[in-house]
Structure formats: structure tokens, C-alpha cells
């Protein structure tokens, strides 16, 4: 099908030029002539090589079609041309991830917390309606003209309430081996912590310029997904904050259930805990004392992920990464992390005052005794 014949699909879609081609079919960008507006239209190879094509087509049209949300590409009508599966849905226009990835390099860290709170939001809403992306990766995450950014193709989702779903053959890898959690490399089904592992790496990907683990071959690979610790990001120049580092690998954790949520994810990036900017700790925390008990001084709990505070530290300690109270100079942020002062600033210095206190009283005490004693003898 060549563009110059601007073909037009049921009777409504002029297809226009090209823009993306894949192992299933090729995107168009086109005009609905009825409304007027731009749109995307993604057209089904018909070349018969697999019989679940279209099975499948169909699934990705029904799953996008449930999810109404700004981070998520929309679904505008489906349906069947010249025997070939249409899909109509939304024109980004703009970029992918992996375009602008490689248009200008690594990302920043106010572009990267952006992308990373986009992204979790559009996973959130997937998942609140049962469904697990499986193929999360820089290709599929596009941005528009203002840098919002939308989840595509969901062409090999699956709803959790349906194993039907995945559409594949038994005991089949699906979705791209460079961001695949470890839990679905010994073939435990996808769930939304994979998906969370997966915007992990992509995040640690858009930050450093390569992905977490890269091998040769494919069974190299899973291996690493599953037995090996990531590089801290700012061992491979990455400049970003101490507790932006140690919540991406948190994200990155081979336990699905020590991830964050999409949801939780999305309301700490939103937040701009990222920075990590210290929080005051309340009250009670300094402990008693008679106008004492306000803000003393910053504490740097903030720092830590909300989804475990005390769990944040132990993912940069174990690959080798700062721990602790010590500050990581990753670029020029300075910013000390995880670590909550055990005891009220000037605690020790006041047991020392009141232990010399105690000791002049008795000492006084012992020499009157003493005096008295002797004159009573006397």
C-alpha cells in the first residue's frame, strides 16, 4: 500500500503517511473525514503467518478501549477492511521515549520525575481495571508536542481475572526481554509489579543511556533479571538526586511485593520527593520538652519512598550504592538521605550536664558527712 494512493479505510479514515511499522502490522497517520480531525490508524498485517493476529488485534482494541485516561493513548473505533483488523486511535504527535532517548540523550531529572509520574499514572489506571500492560518499554511510552506522556500499544496485555487473556502458547515469554521482570523470566504469570519492574527499567534506561542489564544472548539476559544487583545509576553518570536513585531502584527489587504501586509511584514523583527535599519531622518524633517540640531542624525521612520509608535504604546498600546518613554528589545534588536522628539534638550533652550536677551534690554531701563525723569523734 503506498501513501501517494491515501487510501481510504471504511469509508471515513484517509490514510495519510506511515509512521510506525511492527511484527503485527503498520500505523498510519490519517484524517477522519467525518469529524475532521487527525487520528492514527494501526492496520493488521494479512499475511495469514498467525492464526492468533488477529485474536489478538482484537484484544489489544477491546483492553485500550476500557481505559479512559489522559495518560494512556485513546481508543476511537475498531473494525474490519478489506479483510484486514483496523484499530483507530488518537495521533500523538510527538515522539516516543526511545526517540527522544536517543534525539537528545539521557534525560534530565525534572524531565525523567515527569515521565516517571505520566507513566505510573496511566499504569494506575490499567490496573484498577484488572489489566497488566506486559510490554512496557521506551518504544511504547509516547510524548506529545508539550511533554505529556501516553502508554501505547497494548497489543499484548492481559487482564488479571482472565489467563485467556495473554493469547499465546503455553509456557511463552512475552514483551521485551531488556525490561522483563524477574518473576516472568522462571514463567510466573505478569501482574502489575511486573509492570512496575518494567517502568523501572525503563526509568534507569532514559537516565543513564543503556538499560539496567544487557547480554548477548536472550537466556544471559533472564539470568541477570533474576540473579543480578543494577549498577546504581550515578556509578554510570547519572546525575540524579540520592532519593530519586534509591526509589527507582526500589522499583527495581527482585520481590514483586517490595515494589511500589503504579498509584504510589505516581503520587510520590507528583509530589517531588524526587528531590529530596527534607521533610520537618512531626512534633513527637523530637520527643518531650517545653517548646522543644517543634521544628528543631530537617530531618531527612522525606527522603526515603513513601511505599516503605525504611526499606528505600537497604536497595542502593545492597549494589554497592551510599547508605545511611551520607550524601551521595551525584551532579552537584547535594542532599543527605535516610537516615532519622535517633535521639533530640543536645541529649548527650545534657546527660553529661546532669551528671555533674549529681556528682558536685553528692560529693558535697560526702564531705559534710565527713566533717561532722570527725567532730562528733573529736
Known amino acids: 500500500m503506498r501513501a501517494g494512493l491515501r487510501v481510504l479505510v471504511a469509508g471515513r479514515y484517509r490514510l495519510q503517511t506511515v509512521i510506525g511499522r511492527g511484527g503485527m502490522g503498520e500505523v498510519w497517520r490519517g484524517l477522519d473525514e467525518v469529524l475532521g480531525r487527525p487520528i492514527a490508524v494501526k492496520l493488521l498485517l494479512n499475511d495469514g503467518s498467525d492464526a492468533s493476529a488477529e485474536a489478538r488485534f482484537r484484544l489489544e482494541a477491546q483492553t485500550s478501549a476500557r481505559l479512559n485516561h489522559p495518560h494512556v493513548v485513546g481508543t476511537l473505533d475498531f473494525g474490519a477492511w478489506e479483510d484486514r483488523c483496523f484499530l483507530v486511535m488518537?495521533?500523538?504527535?510527538?515522539?516516543?521515549?526511545?526517540?527522544?532517548?536517543?534525539?537528545?540523550?539521557?534525560?534530565?531529572?525534572e524531565r525523567l520525575?515527569?515521565?516517571?509520574?505520566h507513566s505510573a499514572e496511566g499504569l494506575a489506571a490499567a490496573h484498577a481495571q484488572g489489566i497488566v500492560h506486559r510490554d512496557v518499554k521506551?518504544?511504547?511510552?509516547?510524548?506529545?508536542?508539550?511533554?505529556?506522556?501516553?502508554?501505547?500499544?497494548?497489543?499484548?496485555?492481559?487482564?488479571?481475572?482472565?489467563?485467556?487473556?495473554?493469547?499465546?502458547?503455553a509456557g511463552q515469554i512475552v514483551g521485551t526481554g531488556l525490561y522483563l521482570a524477574p518473576e516472568r523470566c522462571i514463567g510466573t504469570p505478569a501482574s502489575a509489579a511486573s509492570d512496575m519492574y518494567s517502568l523501572g527499567c525503563v526509568l534507569y534506561h532514559l537516565?543513564?543511556?543503556?538499560?539496567?542489564?544487557?547480554?548477548?544472548?536472550?537466556t544471559a539476559l533472564l539470568y541477570q533479571h533474576v540473579d543480578a544487583a543494577p549498577v546504581p545509576p550515578h556509578q554510570r553518570g547519572a546525575a540524579l538526586p540520592p532519593a530519586f536513585e534509591a526509589y527507582l531502584l526500589s522499583m527495581l527489587t527482585?520481590?514483586?511485593?517490595?515494589?511500589?504501586?503504579?498509584?504510589?509511584?505516581?503520587?510520590?514523583?507528583?509530589?517531588?520527593?524526587?528531590?529530596?527535599?527534607?521533610?520537618?519531622?512531626?512534633?513527637?518524633?523530637?520527643?518531650?520538652?517545653?517548646?522543644?517540640?517543634?521544628?528543631?531542624?530537617?530531618?531527612?525521612?522525606?527522603?526515603?519512598p513513601s511505599h516503605r520509608r525504611a526499606a528505600a535504604a537497604p536497595a542502593p546498600a545492597r549494589t554497592g550504592a551510599a547508605s545511611g546518613g551520607t550524601a551521595m554528589d551525584s551532579g552537584g545534588w547535594n542532599t543527605s538521605v535516610h537516615r532519622v536522628p535517633s535521639r533530640r539534638p543536645g541529649v548527650r550533652s545534657s546527660l553529661r550536664r546532669h551528671f555533674r550536677v549529681a556528682a558536685l551534690v553528692g560529693g558535697a554531701v560526702l564531705f559534710v558527712s565527713a566533717v561532722l563525723a570527725g567532730m562528733s569523734w573529736f
Open 207 to 218: 537516565a543513564v543511556g543503556s538499560p539496567p542489564f544487557e547480554a548477548s544472548t536472550a
Open 113 to 117: 520525575a515527569q515521565v516517571a509520574q
Open 138 to 169: 521506551p518504544g511504547n511510552l509516547l510524548s506529545d508536542q508539550q511533554g505529556s506522556v501516553r502508554i501505547a500499544d497494548f497489543g499484548i496485555a492481559r487482564f488479571v481475572d482472565d489467563p485467556s487473556g495473554a493469547l499465546t502458547t
Open 254 to 304: 527482585k520481590r514483586p511485593e517490595e515494589r511500589p504501586t503504579a498509584q504510589q509511584a505516581a503520587d510520590w514523583f507528583a509530589g517531588g520527593a524526587w528531590r529530596g527535599v527534607p521533610e520537618p519531622l512531626p512534633p513527637e518524633q523530637w520527643g518531650g520538652g517545653g517548646g522543644h517540640g517543634q521544628h528543631r531542624g530537617p530531618s531527612q525521612r522525606g527522603t526515603a
Open 90 to 109: 488518537e495521533l500523538i504527535e510527538g515522539d516516543s521515549l526511545a526517540g527522544e532517548l536517543t534525539a537528545g540523550g539521557p534525560l534530565t531529572p
